[in-house]
Nanobody, 118 residues
Framework: VQLQASGGGLVQAGGSLRLSCVVS????????VEWYRQGPGKQRELVGR???????NYVDSVQGRFTISRDNAKNTVYLQMASLKPEDTAVYYCHSWINFVAGRQDYWGQGTLVTVSS
């Protein structure tokens, strides 16, 4: 199983960016995929998730600005970010998991850095 996040970069406040998470070994239409972020000096936090049904939910701080979607044919999940703020600066990670009889196995992408300048 591999998750590969990409699309980060430097953007001015108020701008937009789209992150991609290409997944292999897990079928995204059958599994939830989450986006996390870790800002400088901060703990990693959940940004939002897309469930197997396609339903989405988000942390309050990004609600209305960020949108998670997926392309089942490409087995890819996206994080569209708009109205970016300097406090959105972080390394963004995609995450999923498989539940085995013996327990849950978590999988993380390598992270992609988003820097929002004021």
């Amino acid at each position: 199983v591999q998750l590969q996040a990409s699309g980060g970069g430097l953007v001015q406040a108020g701008g937009s960016l789209r992150l991609s998470c290409v997944v292999s070994g897990i079928v995204v239409r059958d599994n939830a995929v989450e986006w996390y972020r870790q800002g400088p000096g901060k703990q990693r936090e959940l940004v939002g998730r897309i469930g197997s049904s396609g339903s989405t939910n988000y942390v309050d701080s990004v609600q209305g600005r960020f949108t998670i979607s997926r392309d089942n044919a490409k087995n890819t999940v996206y994080l569209q970010m708009a109205s970016l703020k300097p406090e959105d600066t972080a390394v963004y990670y995609c995450h999923s998991w498989i539940n085995f009889v013996a327990g849950r196995q978590d999988y993380w992408g390598q992270g992609t850095l988003v820097t929002v300048s004021s």
